[in-house]
């Protein structure tokens, strides 16, 4: 039986004179409901005003479509029908999370209540209007990730057949200038050398051109570029100094050069000069090239694995290790920004495991995007650890920063709907919430959290069957 001293707590209830609570508790059914057992179901008469006296009720959406639909009534909130409100039935099953105590009040009531505690009325007004604008929110803002999902995959696939172009034209590109290197230098070797025994003259300068360069300290490298500097100005070139540096870098140095246009006929040595740090930036700017697109394939490449784009939206056997990895490519310019060092601890048992994939995925991207923002802007940490205990039938995987971690006071809330701690425009408060519904709704597993200054860790288990 609920008495006033249950009542006193509840917010909506603050300031309520004795007899007022007296009436509320009289008129009130309590109602005890086990962890994990049934309140409410679906399409049941809202008839019932609830208030959460202990614990925590779960509500949930029915139906594959919309099985991430969810939240949470926490201890000494109230939920369910209230006056005025037009909601005919309840539209969500609820479950308890947690030994929890429940008052309700009768629809028949709430005439009476309102005359007998005339504040209530302005109050359970405001409450259904917080609820309902709430709901308005939550269903523009599922609105527009979905929109933002479709756009991002359907960009991923029109990007996809000109990044392939783009790819292997800049490795033909490659390839081709280095044919028509070979081809040109048989050719000039003909009239350009004095001594004409060479078979091939021009292989030393290709050997160091496709070499791997030696590491050199800087001092080194600048007493190089004097050298040669003076050598070339010597020669006439053009930009000594500016020739010099591109020509050091590249693998040259002045008695390489002095030994080899010692070779030349010396009407040609001018325009050998000229032509050789030309040769090099084109053959650098094809690398270049080829390196960025090749990138860029990649990216759309992951792109696609990580929208899940070219599958139906089911269940698979997936590689929990290649989700994580897909949206670290996706994400890798948020790590670049504020030079962010990711850990990868992965269990090498780890099996592949029965998912929704791409939901899966915007699980990674919620995690490390709160833990983006939460790193220092120097010396931040992201680690990634993964565990399979056979004989639990599980996987975990835990995701920790070192960031300012999250206050003890607000760590039961981070996971309810529109709650953020960011400014405003930087967040919606729906990213962990959809995670969470992801993982335990979409997944029956669990997601928690530990923080304190320096470390923030949550953990995510999700069963392998």
């Given at each position: ?20 609570l ?19 179901a ?14 925590r ?5 029915q ?28 539209t ?46 939550f ?15 359907g ?102 050069l ?192 530990e923080?304190e ?7 995510i ?5």
């Open positions: 039986m609920l008495t006033n001293d249950d009542l006193r707590h509840i917010q909506i209830f603050e300031n309520l004179e004795e007899d007022q007296t009436w509320l508790s009289t008129h009130m059914e309590e109602v005890l409901v086990r962890d994990g057992e049934q309140f409410s679906a399409g049941d008469k809202a008839d019932w005003m609830f208030v959460m006296i202990k614990g009720v779960q509500y949930r959406l139906g594959e479509s919309s099985g991430l639909g969810v939240f949470n009534v926490m201890e000494g909130e109230v939920s369910g029908m209230l006056p005025n409100s037009r909601m005919k039935e309840f969500a099953a609820s479950f308890a999370i947690g030994d929890s105590r429940i008052g309700r009040l009768h629809i028949k009531h709430f005439t009476e209540m309102i005359q007998a505690i005339p504040v209530l009325e302005a109050r359970l007004a405001h409450k259904l209007l917080d609820r309902t604008r709430s709901t308005a929110n269903q523009v803002q599922q609105e527009k990730l979905a929109s933002l999902g479709t756009m991002a995959a960009l991923a696939h029109e990007l996809n057949n000109p990044a392939s172009a783009a790819r292997r034209a800049s490795q033909n590109l490659v390839e081709t200038l280095q044919a028509f290197g070979e081809h040109a230098g048989q050719m000039l070797a003909r009239v350009m050398f004095i001594e004409q025994g060479r078979e091939d003259q021009f292989e030393e300068l290709r050997e160091i051109m496709l070499g791997e360069q030696e590491e050199v300290d800087p001092f080194e490298q600048s007493e190089r570029e004097d050298e040669l500097a003076d050598w070339l100005e010597a020669h006439a070139v053009e930009a000594p100094w500016d020739v010099a540096a591109n020509l050091v870098s590249a693998g040259f140095n002045r008695d390489f002095t030994q080899f246009v010692a070779r030349m006929k010396p009407e040609y040595v001018p325009d050998f000069l000229a032509w050789l740090p030309r040769d090099i930036e084109i053959r650098m700017l094809s690398q270049e090239l080829a390196i960025s697109t090749e990138r860029i394939s990649d990216l759309v490449g992951a792109m696609k694995s990580y929208s899940y784009m070219d599958q139906a939206n089911a269940k698979s056997a997936t590689d929990i290790h290649k989700g994580i990895v897909d949206t670290m490519r996706v994400m890798a310019h948020k790590f670049r920004k504020k030079n962010i060092q990711i850990v990868k601890e992965f269990d090498p048992t780890m099996p592949k495991v029965n998912v929704y994939g791409g939901e899966l995925n915007q699980v990674w991207t919620n995690l490390l995007d709160n833990a983006v923002d939460a790193v220092p802007e120097k010396g931040g940490r992201v680690t990634f650890r993964t565990n399979y205990s056979p004989g639990l039938n599980n996987v975990d995987i835990f995701v920790e920063d070192n960031g300012t971690g999250i206050p003890k006071d607000i760590q039961n809330s981070i996971f309810d709907p529109f709650f953020t701690t960011k400014e405003a425009g930087r967040g919606t408060g729906l990213g962990l919430n959809i995670t969470h519904r992801i993982i335990t709704m979409r997944h029956g597993g669990s997601i928690s959290v923080s200054p320096g470390s923030t860790v949550f953990h288990q999700l069963p392998t069957q």
